[in-house]
């Protein structure tokens, strides 16, 4: 059970002079359960991949299986596909449209034809979930903050109950605690309903403490595909294309090149650093 | 005379429900006493909603105080005969790079702002020519905005601002939808204008690492100025910047904590280079630590 891809080529602006090639031949597995963080800078074809997972774009070559199946059949049930494979895009709350928090929630159970009480029972976990204070749920979408509206956005998503829940740049524009509540909420959820779920960010800082995988990708093709510390270990080529490595795998590279020790340079979190550090110091 | 200055300012905005009734007063700057020398790197901070935004927009009359007043050059923002005036001196920078960049062509978007100002034409072409050189930006002139990246447009929108001749930059998060080499791009093109042109930059922003270089830090918190002060002073304070729901760069962060453990570390360093050398000297120092 999972989402194949199979030597994905996505074109546009076919039989023009502008004819882009925003996906290369793209091929990746993504297993039940894992936590994938998806980089790239803008224009790396991070947000055209991702939306090829759920059935918004066709390849123009290659095929995408979910499950076993391929999504692009004719048989196939996109809408199903839809809910199983939840998408929550770039600024989401810029969606937001129903009166109230509640209702806006219901949107997506609604359409799948559920009943009444079954779709009020998920708008009402779903938000419970994203941990909304309940005196929200009636409010206008307007009146919540920035990191309410996100939340809300994404409790209309998780109301579909998906398998996969793919989250394009989550954290745009939010301030730090923001930042690190919305990770910490999708880690949570996918702890809880063991969920896959992949993060698109540009971002090396937010994704290194939470995934189990990164994949890199540049000018629509895959360049990296490896557990953070791996992917970390190219901090050159990585600022090459226009990314970073977190902050402390950079402090980490500088201690080494000043000839310090034979160094972990795969460190990413603050309580790693400190205690290879401290550990290095009292080596002397 | 400073180049921005506000007293006591206050703005206040009604909340309505939908028959447009009154539901409560939102006090979205509270107070507010603040001054701008010129030639400084100001950098504001604060969390979603603490009002820094409402702030900045003060700085260039797109509003005027409730209760208080704001000075841009000496002008009161509430003259209302002054307003393009205070606009040029004082250029406003916003988040979304789609969003303001109106030409068709790089050098003609560049030369928006100087035309409207009745600026000869002769002397708008060189302005467009320093400006884009100043972003670095030049060899882009003639390209179409949708076929830059998003910092290259934001350095294009800068080079509007600038081609107005202003005297102070307010930049309201600009690189808040970047990718990191699109900030890095943004941050050194800010830095230079400050450094070499001289012009006065404040700089809003929610990335900690992007103000390490700022003369002034304000941190913002419910309408307020909660902390201000040198950014060594401001990310010395770990603890209080987390109860403002912000954040310190991970530099800072690690050597706080490695100074819990006793490291004989300063507060408040702000670079990798300054961790790396320090600790490199407490390695190699004849004080050694153990």
Same mark, same amino acid.
């Given at each position: ?50 939306? !090829? ?5 066709k390849p123009t070559s290659g095929n995408i299986y979910y499950n076993g199946e391929d999504i ?21 709350? !810029? ?92 880690? @949570? ?12 960010? !540009?971002?090396?800082?937010?994704? =290194? ?23 970390? =270990? ?9 990314? @970073? ?7 980490? !590279? ?7 020790? @034979? ?9 790693? =650093? ?11 | ?290």
């Amino acid at each position: 059970m999972a989402l194949i891809l199979d030597h994905v080529t996505y074109e546009y602006g076919n039989g023009t002079e502008l004819l882009v090639r925003a996906l290369n031949d793209v091929s990746l597995v993504i297993p039940d359960g894992q936590f994938i963080g998806l980089i790239g800078h803008t224009g790396s074809g991070k947000s055209t991949l991702v939306q !090829h997972l759920n059935g918004l774009l066709k390849p123009t070559s290659g095929n995408i299986y979910y499950n076993g199946e391929d999504i692009h059949d004719r048989d196939f049930s996109k809408k199903r596909l839809r809910s199983k494979v939840g998408l929550v895009f770039q600024y989401p709350e !810029h969606q937001l449209f129903e009166t109230d928090v509640f209702t806006d929630v219901c949107f997506g159970p609604k359409n799948l034809g559920l009943d009444k009480k079954e779709v009020q029972l998920r708008a009402f976990q779903a938000l419970k979930q994203v941990g909304l204070p309940d005196d929200c749920f009636y409010q206008p979408p307007f009146d919540l903050s920035g990191g309410q509206k996100r939340r809300a956005a994404i409790a209309g998503v998780l109301a579909m109950k998906p398998e996969v829940l793919i989250l394009d740049e989550p954290t745009a524009g939010l301030d730090p605690k923001g930042r690190d509540e919305i990770l910490d909420l999708v880690a @949570s959820l996918r702890k809880e309903n063991g969920m896959t779920v992949i993060l698109v960010s !540009h971002s090396m800082d937010d994704v =290194a403490e939470y995934v189990d995988r990164i994949v890199v990708m540049n000018k629509g093709s895959v360049c990296y595909d490896d557990e953070p510390k791996q992917v970390f =270990a190219h901090k050159e080529e990585l600022e090459a294309i226009g990314l @970073s490595v977190p902050q402390v795998t950079d402090i980490m !590279h500088a201690l080494k090149k000043a000839g310090w020790w @034979s160094a972990d340079t795969s460190v990413i979190t603050i309580e790693e =650093a400190k205690k290879e550090i401290l550990r290095q110091l009292r080596k002397g | 005379m400073k180049i921005i200055k506000t007293k006591d300012l206050v703005f206040e905005y009604i909340r309505r429900d939908e028959e447009g009734n009154v539901e409560g007063i939102t006090t979205a700057v509270d107070h507010v006493d603040l001054d701008v020398n010129p030639g400084d790197f100001i950098a504001v901070l604060g969390h979603n909603g603490s009002g820094k935004s409402t702030l900045a927009k003060h700085f260039n009359a797109i509003l005027t105080p409730t209760e208080g007043t704001v000075w841009v050059d000496g002008m009161e923002t509430e003259d209302q005969e002054k307003i393009w005036d205070i606009r040029q001196r004082a250029g406003m920078v916003f988040q979304n790079p789609d969003n303001q960049i109106i030409g068709q062509v790089v050098e003609e978007d560049v030369g928006f702002g100087p035309e409207n100002m009745g600026v000869p034409t002769k002397e708008i072409w060189e302005r467009v020519e320093e400006s884009l050189k100043a972003v670095g930006m030049y060899r882009y002139r003639k390209f179409a905005p949708n076929k830059l990246s998003g910092g290259q447009k934001q350095r294009v929108s800068i080079a509007g601002v600038l081609a107005m001749h202003p005297k102070c930059i307010v930049l309201d998060e600009p690189t808040a939808m970047l990718d990191p080499g699109g900030r890095k791009e943004v941050i050194r093109a800010v830095r230079a204008l400050n450094d070499v042109e001289r012009v006065t930059v404040i700089l809003i922003t929610h990335y900690m690492e992007e103000i390490i270089h700022a003369d002034k830090v304000f941190v913002m918190d419910g309408g307020r100025i909660a902390m201000q002060g040198t950014p060594r002073e401001i990310f010395s304070q770990v603890e209080k910047l987390k109860e403002l729901r912000l954040d310190v760069p991970k530099v800072t962060l690690l050597a706080h904590e490695l100074k819990k453990e006793g490291l004989p570390l300063p507060e408040g360093i702000l670079t990798v280079k300054e961790l790396v050398d320090t600790l490199d000297a407490l390695r190699t120092g004849e004080d050694r630590w153990r």
